[in-house]
Structure formats: structure tokens, C-alpha cells
T-cell receptor, first 114, second 115 residues
Framework: SQQGEEDPQALSIQEGENATMNCSYK?????LQWYRQNSGRGLVHLIL?????REKHSGRLRVTLDTSKKSSSLLITASRAADTASYFC??????????????FGRGTQLTVWP | GAGVSQSPSNKVTEKGKDVELRCDPI?????LYWYRQSLGQGLEFLIY????????KSGLPSDRFSAERTGGSVSTLTIQRTQQEDSAVYLC?????????????FGPGTRLTVL
């Protein structure tokens, strides 16, 4: 069963704008990860944030984590047409699951128009 | 190789036939995962291998699905008596271990079409 749920399901913006995607999950986690997928093929890991971290940056990416609300957000600043892709959040579970197994949401489809 | 590889990249088969999908993980990665992704959907977990431990098969949708991992490296996902609902992209991923903070590296996937 899925653990994370992203919203919105789809997001359409112009180049240069910021894109914010959200993820909510249900159980206690050790970490939350964001992945990107182009054209329905393999996923590429973007960033991992641990449960004891609140914010993390990587280039134009900013991820926040609020464990009290069981939610995370991914912000892409100054978006480019090349950022067009599907973005997935994935979490593990502290209990009730095999260590190392990740649970993925359904993803947010981001379209950035030139 | 530098990344996870999968073969074939595309497979078209007739309903009722068996298919085998192959995954070569990154060298040295002890954990290997299989997922399925139907059109426009998220990833559905299928099976997870970690070292010599018994695999987590809890995601396999039916007994027509099975997977092996030989020598702790290459894995084969077998689907017997394929059905049209098996059509999807099958993704394999590996990670360095099964610890709490390991990212998964994905292969390009095998697109399976069952006619």
C-alpha cells in the first residue's frame, strides 16, 4: 500500500517561476526521499531528508519536513523547461515494514512552459 | 556498469505466455527492489532482496509472479501465463544496503505489453 500522497497531482507553470509540491504520509518514518521521473522511465534520486532534519537544500531544490504534520514539501526555484517531469516522494516506515523498503506516492506531474 | 541495467527495454508478448525480465544492479549493492508502474500511476512495490536474507515478497500480486536473485547480484522477475493487466513498466532498483538512509538507484525499466 502507498505511504505518501503528493499534491497537486499536476502543476503547470512558466519558466522562472517557483514550483512547490507537497507530500503527506501516514506513519512514523526514518527518512523521506524525493525522486524525479522523465517520460515514464527510471527514477532519479533528488534528495533525502532524515526525520530529525527540518530543511535541506540542493542547488535549486529545497525540501522541508514537518514530522508533527507528517508532511514534506519540495520547492524548485527558478524553474526551467527541463524540470518538466513527474516528482515522487517516498518514505520508509519505522515499524511494520522491512528495513529499507520505500513507499512511493502517485507523483506530481510538473510541466514548465518556456 | 555504472548504473542499474535492465533487459529487455521493451517486451511485447501474447496473453498466456511466460516472460522473464532481467536486472543487473550496481556492483556491490546488496539490496535489490522490483516495482511495477502502470500508465500514469505511482510505483507498486513487488519484491525486495537484501543480501542472503529471505526476500520480502509481500508485493507480488499473484502466484504467477516470482523473482530470483542469483549470487546476490543479477535478478530475474518471471511472470507466468501473462494477462493483459500485467502490461506496465517494470522497474528495478538497487541500494548500497538496507539501512535507514539509503537512496535507491533505478534502472531504465522494461516496458511490458501483453496483447
Amino acid at each position: 500500500s502507498q505511504q505518501g500522497e503528493e499534491d497537486p497531482q499536476a502543476l503547470s507553470i512558466q519558466e522562472g517561476e517557483n514550483a512547490t509540491m507537497n507530500c503527506s504520509y501516514k506513519t512514523s518514518i526514518n527518512n523521506l526521499q524525493w525522486y524525479r521521473q522523465n517520460s515514464g522511465r527510471g527514477l532519479v534520486h533528488l534528495i533525502l531528508i532524515r526525520s530529525n532534519e527540518r530543511e535541506k537544500h540542493s542547488g535549486r531544490l529545497r525540501v522541508t519536513l514537518d514530522t508533527s504534520k507528517k508532511s514534506s514539501s519540495l520547492l524548485i526555484t527558478a524553474s526551467r523547461a527541463a524540470d518538466t517531469a513527474s516528482y515522487f516522494c517516498a518514505t520508509d516506515r519505522v515499524r511494520g515494514s522491512t528495513l529499507g523498503r520505500l513507499y512511493f506516492g502517485r507523483g506530481t506531474q510538473l510541466t514548465v512552459w518556456p | 556498469g555504472a548504473g542499474v541495467s535492465q533487459s529487455p527495454s521493451n517486451k511485447v508478448t501474447e496473453k498466456g505466455k511466460d516472460v522473464e525480465l532481467r536486472c543487473d544492479p550496481i556492483s556491490g549493492h546488496t539490496a535489490l527492489y522490483w516495482y511495477r508502474q502502470s500508465l500514469g500511476q505511482g510505483l507498486e512495490f513487488l519484491i525486495y532482496f537484501q543480501g542472503n536474507s529471505a526476500p520480502d515478497k509481500s508485493g507480488l500480486p499473484s502466484d504467477r509472479f516470482s523473482a530470483e536473485r542469483t549470487g546476490g547480484s543479477v535478478s530475474t522477475l518471471t511472470i507466468q501465463r501473462t494477462q493483459q493487466e500485467d502490461s506496465a513498466v517494470y522497474l528495478c532498483a538497487s541500494s548500497q544496503s538496507s539501512g535507514r538512509y539509503n537512496e535507491q538507484f533505478f534502472g531504465p525499466g522494461t516496458r511490458l505489453t501483453v496483447l
